[in-house]
């Protein structure tokens, strides 16, 4: 079937089940119920959750072939705890695994080898880097993998769609109770909000800590209630890998011109007022974005409401010199965002669902007045690709990408025309991500777009001074400069099926035909 | 059938289903699953959850016949909202509802219309006083009524065995998009912990505040994603019932003694140590405790972990004065603890859950070094009654006393041996609440008795030169001084059910007879 989307969807995928075709941004409200995991009946006490290696606690539970293992990706590109699990797995003889992760990193290229071995036959996760993309594009899992937006990983663990067996979450810090938090300790991270529901839901929740305390927590995100067992290891991780120690400004002038012509554009349409909300990424653009806003806003003396996301340091430099009053971390993507959020108050910790859920009582996201989002590709329909690169292959993730820009008023999509030698804006995306219906302003080096459903932003900005033209006309602009983009080839072997937030399918990853 | 405390227990009663006698105290561990309510797909966005009156958010739900409703006791004998949710059903002619609160006070009487014409049928609380406690003993509702301990009704709510149509949460402040928060505005009652179960499970969430904030709080315990309408009245209650000003210490030199001997009971035991944790109450006798123990710290140089519970000014003392590390607060009992916990940042809010349910990976009485209970009566096999009076009637609540009980490594009940003209002990308390298994030690004004299971407490009590008798020759005492109390007649009518923390049935309370 033809989705609303006009991706061909087949009615099952092996290894995921029966698929619903995406509807619409907004279409599809299923009657569910929450997830319901068993009753635990541990009679807690000092260190009786503390087992000294993994696998005791693959016994214990036990752990047997065919279950999902959950993880965070706080870690980054620093993770050693998803490795060592599998690891584990591995010695233990366990064999068809599914690894339902909230990100894998060029650094998980160690379960290449658990997946030729088939420990491992199954990958569920908002983003795929380095060598198990590689694996996933050249067919070699069973089934297809799972590509979820970091607000529908939480929907699916809420409602039960994602079955998780036991929830590994490697913390910085646990207590011999099993409290633990992201906020302190030698890997410290920040926010550890993408693990929240899977340890609100796992059947089984084990942390695993290379910094256990003898004294209960004074401050803890994830609570002993929900906690079955911890695991003292050496390392969790490298934190040289976990974030990034400073910001790195672009000097780019065509990029700082881009982020000057998006901050015009929230300017001209009245947003930057008290109360502003927004979300901003990490990429060069949006960082810069970030920089002018918050310049504006203290000249004009404007107190913001509340920023959402990745929280960065330059996020963070606005709620201290007053100019947000909150700001909700999912994840802490630099190391000043790690320091704030441990030492700012109003710099709160928000689980995924808050962030983004579409099915529950509201998100914040539905609250923001603009989102900044990046694109590796957008069409003419104003679709986004963020997971596959110019020759087909997955190579990144789509994040809470889609989650924002259905949420936020305004969603502006940052980009330089042309990307090397490709254009940004193709006739059809090759992976579409985020639905066009919910990105209103494209932002380029060669002028502003608006998406025709929004005639009130076009409104809007008529008088502005900004470059507007029709996304057709920047199209034709860069296929002026580098030509027009030969369409990649594939099979029709599905290597990977894309979740809208909701759940449906909005689009497929096939093998590129070589 | 009997049930392991002796008590006669019927297979069922008409309003609460099937019974399950009561096995000990650590006995029952069925299979469970948690709570699954429906998924609400609400599209949030400042102000649309706000509706302006009860009757409207009734017909949106909408509220039928028959419907369960929960409220919390945080606003104590000040609350205004029980009032005023029943009286709007009552106008919109609805009947047979079950008020789920976590207490009922004297402030309550305002219910008695409704029962009288059916719009009430049913209670279930941790504690009944007042007027309804009349009319819950002259058998003037349909059913029994049910109490159920702290831990229990979390644990109750967590694993769906009542069933919360709609939550009625009263906040002192509350957001356009739903966050509210006990922690500020002008009936600031602190923690908000016992409503966060009903929050997480209801069908319906519904905050009812004095305080509406039109920008989004930077401080908040219930989330807008489970928050389905908010609604803005003229007042949720009168501060003035909500807490008392300031902790009146008490001057009786008998309940100082009592309170010294309890603090010699801990010490000798070798627990006054670093780490040492701790739950205490509310009487004036654990007051006394809290004040003595903190001054043998403070000599000694000792740092303590943790306090939990009901917290009052002279626990967030020790937390100030370096004593203590952290606070679990699950009710703030004075304005003194309501102004901690929003200072404080060891001062923690907790769930009910997290507080004292049986039914997770552990909850924080299972943690405790002591606990400093009150009773009405104890038995000969140190059953507690705190729920019936001398009359034979419900007078009180059962509260946290199982559950503190259970948890603690060593529970120490402090009671005068005499209550009026009344012997504490007696040869069976009218009702059990906390099984004698449970309890420890008994400090009186004639000494101390130690439950005989205890016997690493007698020895560790040999050689502290305090008075030690058995339990039979403390009652003999008290028996000689007053007399025996004659047994309480009571008809065959059950008018409540006494849950133990578990869900099984530990008593019943029964009509007196006149």
Chains 1, 2 share one sequence.
């Not at 979300?279 to 000249?299: D, H, K, N, P, V």
């Not at 409401?305 to 993507?333: H, K, R, W, Y």
Request: hydrophobic share 40%; charged share 20%; aromatic share 6%.
């Amino acid at each position: 079937m033809i989705n609303a989307a006009g991706r061909k969807i087949a009615d099952f995928y092996p290894g995921y089940g029966p698929a619903v075709p995406f509807k619409g941004a907004f279409a599809y409200a299923p009657e569910l119920h929450r997830a319901a995991p068993h009753v635990r009946h541990n009679a807690s006490g000092k260190g009786k959750k503390v087992i000294s290696s993994l696998k005791e606690v693959f016994q214990a539970i036990p752990i047997r072939d065919g279950m999902t293992l959950s993880f965070h990706h706080h870690l980054r590109n620093g993770d050693a705890v998803i490795k060592m699990v599998c690891q584990t797995a591995a010695e233990l003889g366990i064999k068809d695994l599914t690894i339902a992760s909230s990100g894998l990193f060029p650094v998980h290229s160690a379960l290449d080898e658990y997946i030729r071995k088939g420990v491992i036959t199954s990958l569920d996760s908002s983003g795929i880097m380095g060598s198990l993309a590689h694996i996933v594009m050249d067919g070699k899992l069973p089934s297809p993998a799972i590509v979820r937006t970091h607000g529908g990983r939480a929907r699916a663990i809420e409602c039960g769609q994602i079955k998780i067996d036991v929830a590994f979450i490697a913390a910085p810090v646990a207590d011999a109770w099993g409290n633990a938090t992201g906020m302190e300790g030698r890997a410290a991270f920040g926010s550890i909000g993408y693990a929240i529901p899977d340890a609100q839901y796992a059947e089984n929740v084990v942390i695993v800590t290379d910094d256990l305390r003898e004294q209960h927590l004074s401050r803890f995100s994830i609570p002993q209630t929900l906690v079955d067992y911890v695991v003292p290891v050496p390392s969790i991780g490298d934190p040289a890998g976990i974030a990034t120690g400073a910001i790195r400004w672009t000097k780019d002038p065509i990029q700082l011109q881009i982020a000057r012509d998006a901050v015009k554009v929230v300017d001209a349409l009245g947003l930057i007022r008290d109360g502003y909300s927004f979300q901003t990424g990490t990429g060069g653009i949006s960082l810069a974005y970030t920089r002018f806003l918050a310049q504006l806003m203290g000249e004009r003396g404007v107190k913001g409401g509340f920023a959402v996301g990745g929280i960065t340091t330059p996020v963070t430099q606005m709620l201290e010199n007053g100019l947000l009053q909150t700001l909700f971390d999912v994840q802490s993507f630099d190391l000043g965002a790690v320091q704030s959020i441990a030492r700012n108050a109003a710099h709160l910790e928000m689980s995924a669902g808050y962030y983004a859920s579409p099915f529950n009582s509201g998100c914040i996201v539905n609250d923001l007045d603009t989102t900044i989002i990046s694109a590796l590709e957008i069409d003419r329909n104003f679709n986004i690709n963020v997971l596959t690169g110019n020759d087909g292959a997955i190579m990144a993730g789509v994040g809470g990408n889609p989650d924002t820009a259905a949420g936020a008023n305004v969603t502006i999509v940052v980009s330089n025309l042309l990307r090397g030698r490709m254009p940004s804006i193709v006739d059809n995306v090759h992976t579409i991500c985020t639905p066009g219906e919910t990105v209103d302003v494209l932002v380029t080096d060669y002028g502003v777009a608006v998406n025709p459903r929004r005639s009130d932003i076009i409104d809007g900005l008529n008088g502005s001074g900004l470059e507007l033209h029709s996304i057709d006309e920047l199209q034709a602009i860069a296929e002026t400069l580098c030509g027009k983009p030969k369409t990649i080839p594939v099979t029709d072997k599905v290597v990977a099926v894309v979740e809208y937030r909701d759940g449906t399918i909005i689009d497929t990853v096939h093998q590129v035909a070589h």
